[in-house]
């Protein structure tokens, strides 16, 4: 809006406009500016129009910004049974999560708070009592999220901490245990973080954690089922760690790397068991490579000398 303003963007060239999580935009108070921005796009082709919800105000939206539009509904990714929904009451959040992790021992594990301050004050905490731990919020850039979904995907930080920044922009099939840290006070965004689980047909489960005093959360008192802890068991603490680690090469799909390229480098060139070798993302112009901590060093040092497809790729480890 500020550049439209200052005339220092211009759209006319723009051919295609997609919206997506419109109700999302809508819920931030974005519907003026929204109208306001396609008005000065006047030769789109295409336009598009993605939404988890579709309340009237979205409907008015589709109305104002689509022209004959066709209609696409997508039947519900959950069936009834497939999420496990708990509430605890809990005076001590910290104690209580551990309790959590004690009980369900998962090999991964996501963490909703509400805010960005919360987010990086619980990771630090978790870290700090030996769990491998990442964090999304919206002060971190593309990049930074994207790596961040890459290690919690991947087995190399098998915790993720997350604002709901998160809540609809994760599709990570083996998440086993949502939790809500902090409650959320929208029945929707409630809906759509318990969602990162039992996803692809498989089951999950989703604890949250209700202080006395919780305001707009009676909907998850009434739906969710409650759960006792077993507050007198002193079994040592379940620590949700990891054996792999995350490196980077700098380059990746524009530099027609596959993915068999790079198993064939590290199993043949370098001695590697296939077993050593996680999962591999190639990006753009990045590649993401989960390796067992054991080879973690030898590979990084044989890199400085492999080539793949005859080429040298710096690498390094993913913080």
Not at 279 to 286: P, Q, S
Request: glycine share 6%.
């Amino acid at each position: 809006m500020d550049h439209l303003s200052k005339g220092t963007l211009e759209l006319k060239s723009i051919e295609r406009i997609v919206l997506d999580e419109a109700d999302r935009m809508l819920e931030m108070g974005f519907y003026d500016d929204i109208l306001k921005i396609v008005s000065q796009a006047k030769n789109t082709k295409q336009r598009l129009l993605f939404s988890a919800t579709f309340p009237d105000k979205i409907k008015t939206l589709a109305q104002t910004f689509l022209h004959a539009p066709e209609v696409i509904s997508v039947t519900p990714e959950h069936q009834e049974g497939q999420i496990e929904a708990y509430v605890i009451t809990t005076r001590d959040k910290p104690k209580t999560l551990q309790q959590i992790i004690n009980l369900y021992r998962p090999n991964s594990l996501l963490i909703f708070c509400n805010t960005k301050a919360d987010t990086i004050a619980l990771a630090q905490r978790l870290q700090q009592e030996g769990h491998a731990v990442t964090t999304i919020h919206g002060d971190l850039d593309q990049e930074a999220r994207q790596e961040a979904i890459i290690k919690f995907s991947n087995g190399s930080s098998p915790v993720l901490v997350a604002t709901d920044v998160a809540s609809r922009g994760i599709d990570i099939d083996n998440v086993k245990l949502v939790v809500n840290y902090d409650l959320p006070f929208d029945k929707e965004v409630y809906t759509h973080r318990i969602g990162r689980t039992g996803r692809a047909g498989s089951t999950g489960r989703a604890v949250s954690l209700y202080t006395s005093g919780s305001t707009k959360t009676a909907y998850i008192l009434n739906e969710a089922k409650k759960l006792e802890l077993d507050n007198t068991q002193n079994s040592r603490n379940f620590k949700i760690v990891s054996h792999v680690e995350t490196i980077a090469l700098n380059g990746g799909k524009k530099q027609k790397l596959r993915k068999g390229d790079i198993l064939g480098t590290f199993c043949k060139e370098m001695g590697l068991e296939p077993e050593q070798i996680g999962a591999i993302t190639l990006m753009a112009n990045r590649t993401y490579i989960a390796i067992d901590n054991h080879v973690l060093k030898k590979v990084l040092k044989m890199l400085k000398s492999t080539r793949i497809k005859k080429k040298k790729y710096i690498a390094w480890i993913v913080d």
